[in-house]
Nanobody, 127 residues
């Protein structure tokens, strides 16, 4: 069974950090572009970051550059999203997604254009 599972969400204070993980089962991630997306209540889903399958090229939503970092450990079949200096506008359900499509502009794809999605992990930022 092909599955992506996110973890690492939770409650953090403004300015704090979280690291999200996206682990694949039933397939190996090393051939896939992986992206992180988020959706806040009442808002459209937006792409956060993507990473290439091989040399780790990455692409970020402009407004998140410098605060969020995407990385991967193919030996662990896992992709990470390190989120630092979290702000009140960052709370959302964060989803990872994987496909064989190129990494650049991956986060601009429509949901139906990406083959595999996780169930999401919720991030809350509150003091």
């Amino acid at each position: 069974q092909v599955q992506l599972v996110e973890s690492g969400g939770g409650l953090v204070q403004p300015g704090g950090s979280l690291r999200l993980s996206c682990t694949a089962s039933g397939f190996t991630l090393d051939s896939y572009t992986v992206g992180w997306f988020r959706q806040a209540p009442g808002k459209e889903r937006e792409g956060v970051a993507s990473i290439s399958n091989d040399d780790g090229d990455s692409y970020y939503l402009d407004s998140l550059k410098g605060r969020f970092t995407i990385s991967r450990d193919n030996a662990k079949n896992t992709v990470y999203l390190q989120m630092n200096s979290l702000k009140p506008e960052d709370p959302a359900v964060y989803y990872c997604a994987a496909d064989l499509k190129p990494w650049y502009h991956f986060i601009l794809l429509n949901r139906d254009d990406i083959a595999s999605w996780g169930q999401g992990t919720e991030v809350t930022v509150s003091s």
